[in-house]
């Protein structure tokens, strides 16, 4: 790489990157417009009030109107500059906090010291990701120590990444190049070298390189070996096994609502399928008894997202009833077709899945 010249801020090399620049280059001038108006109204009216010999002040009238109206105009301003502030940070806050629907993911474990990440078609990197220019990006992250945090600072994007949890974290990049990943989080001693690279490429360069793979399948496809080594083809319903019926069956379920024996309701996301699989009496799905073993100690966390995978990439088998209830999706007017995405080719390629309606499990 050659030599750069200085520069004040990181390249803004996302979709969002501009709207952070913004808001900050907000604060920094308001801030610094009232240090300078305070700073020079503290020199200006020691001066121009300072006490001379004897001389004796004039004596305050507390019903002034001038004052009253100058309490008020310092108390407004300063108030809807912060309402603005506020609003400003909210909205940039909501639109990162939520990845559109049709983002590519990838699943990323934090570990002392190191970034392990997992693509759904099967390459793996480490200190490294490999993302298409131009393309929503999903990430969903956890640890497998202590709290680590996922930061770009070209994207602007930060996130914490805490053990126990999935967080997530998306970002668009704008601009193709290699850009600094760091943990932004004291992690140990070696936190200072917890750091990698991004590199964002073309759509056939990416293509390419993610042709390359592990060699060992897609995540659904070590996923469902995962899963049938562990036996839980032997209570669980999939389209491995249809027969079995004791444990909720796992067709049609990711991102659906699934009704509990308390009579409270959860989604069937990530988190719901982790915590069943380590804490499988948490949540016990109405109609099911609690027999469910807990797999704590015997699963790693990448495995636990190379389940999650493999569960989400089942389509609804035809005849399987279905434990859950599906999350009612509300539309207006003709839909376009869908477009395919790296995520769809994926699941075209996996063995056993149903790419055009993926699902996940309920817990036990």
Not at 157 to 186: N, Q, S
Not at 199 to 208: F, G, I, L
Not at 277 to 295: C, E, H, R, S, W
Not at 311 to 334: C, F, H, K, N, Y
């Amino acid at each position: 790489m050659g030599e750069k010249s200085f520069e004040l801020f990181p390249v803004a090399a996302s979709s969002i990157a501009g709207h952070v620049d913004a808001l900050y280059a907000y604060l920094v001038l308001v801030s610094a417009f009232f240090s300078l108006l305070i700073a020079f109204c503290v020199v200006f009216f020691a001066v121009k009030y300072r006490r001379k010999g004897d001389e004796l002040p004039k004596p305050v009238d507390e019903h002034s109107i001038g004052g009253m109206v100058l309490e008020i105009v310092w108390s407004v301003i300063p108030l809807g500059l912060s309402l603005v502030m506020f609003a400003w940070g909210a909205s940039i806050f909501f639109t990162e906090s939520r990845p559109p629907a049709d983002s590519l993911e990838v699943f990323v474990t934090g570990k002392q010291w190191m970034w392990k990440i997992q693509h759904i078609e099967g390459a793996r990197e480490i200190n490294e990701l490999h993302v298409p220019v131009n393309r929503d990006i999903r990430l969903t992250l956890t640890s497998e120590d202590v709290i680590h945090d996922f930061y770009v600072p070209a994207f602007r994007t930060k996130t914490d990444v805490l053990p126990g949890r999935y967080t997530t974290e998306w970002f668009r990049p704008t601009k193709i190049g290699a850009y600094h990943l760091f943990c932004a989080e004291y992690c140990g001693t070696k936190h200072s070298g917890m750091v990698g690279t991004v590199y964002v490429m073309n759509e056939a360069d990416y293509e390419q390189w993610l042709s390359k793979g592990s060699g060992e399948g897609s995540m659904a496809e070590e996923g469902q070996s995962l899963f049938n080594q562990l036996g839980c083809g032997t209570c669980h319903p999939s389209e491995i096994n249809k027969q079995n019926g004791r444990c909720p069956n796992l067709n049609g379920l990711f991102g659906t609502t699934v009704e509990l024996n308390d009579g409270t309701k959860v989604k069937a996301d990530e988190a719901y399928i982790r915590e069943s699989v380590l804490y499988p009496q948490a949540k016990i799905v109405a109609g099911y008894d609690n027999i469910m073993p807990t797999f704590k100690g015997l699963v790693t966390e990448d495995g636990l997202l190379k389940l999650v995978e493999y569960i989400r990439s089942l389509g609804p088998a035809e005849g399987m009833p279905s434990s859950a209830t599906p999350v009612p999706t509300q539309t207006s007017g003709p839909q376009p077709p869908a477009q395919p995405t790296a995520n769809s080719r994926a699941a075209n390629g996996r063995a056993g899945a149903a790419p055009a309606n993926r699902a996940a499990p309920g817990n036990q």
